[in-house]
C-alpha cells in the first residue's frame, strides 16, 4: 500500500524555523494529476489546512500562513517538506501530510502525523 511518513524534530524552541517531511514509500507516485497538502490539528481543536503544493508547482497557502510556510516537492526523493518560520508556542500540533491523486489511480492518501511542540 502507498503509505506516507511525516518526519519533524518533535521539540522545536519559538521563533525558530521548523522543517518537517513527508515521505511516501510503498507503491509508485505518478508524475501528473496530483497534489501534496500540510494540516495540522492543535490538541482539542478543529483540522487547519496550511496549504498545497500540486504537480506544476502551483502553491496556495491559507492566508494567515502564508508569511511564514513554504512548501516544496523533491521528486527524485519522494519527498514533500514544508518550513515554518518564527514559530510560537500556538504552533503546537499534531502536522499532516496528505496526497491527492486524480490521474489514472483517484485518491486520497494520508500520514498518520507527527506532534511537534514549540517550547517558550
Known amino acids: 500500500q502507498v503509505q506516507l511518513q511525516e518526519s519533524g524534530p518533535g521539540l522545536v524552541q519559538s521563533s525558530q524555523t521548523l522543517f518537517l517531511t513527508c515521505t511516501v514509500s510503498g507503491g509508485s507516485m505518478p508524475s501528473k494529476d496530483y497534489s501534496w497538502t500540510w494540516i495540522r490539528q492543535p490538541a482539542g481543536k478543529g483540522l487547519d489546512w496550511i496549504g498545497s503544493?500540486?504537480?506544476?508547482?502551483?502553491?496556495n497557502y491559507t492566508p494567515s500562513f502564508r508569511s511564514r510556510a513554504s512548501m516544496s516537492r523533491h521528486t527524485t526523493k519522494n519527498q514533500f517538506t514544508l518550513q515554518l518560520n518564527s514559530v510560537t508556542p500556538e504552533d503546537t500540533a499534531v502536522y499532516y501530510c496528505?496526497?491527492?491523486?486524480?490521474?489514472?489511480?483517484?485518491?486520497?492518501?494520508w500520514g498518520q502525523g507527527t506532534q511537534i511542540t514549540v517550547s517558550s
Open positions: 503544493l500540486n504537480y506544476v508547482d502551483t502553491t
Open positions: 496528505a496526497l491527492k491523486t486524480w490521474g489514472d489511480i483517484v485518491a486520497m492518501y
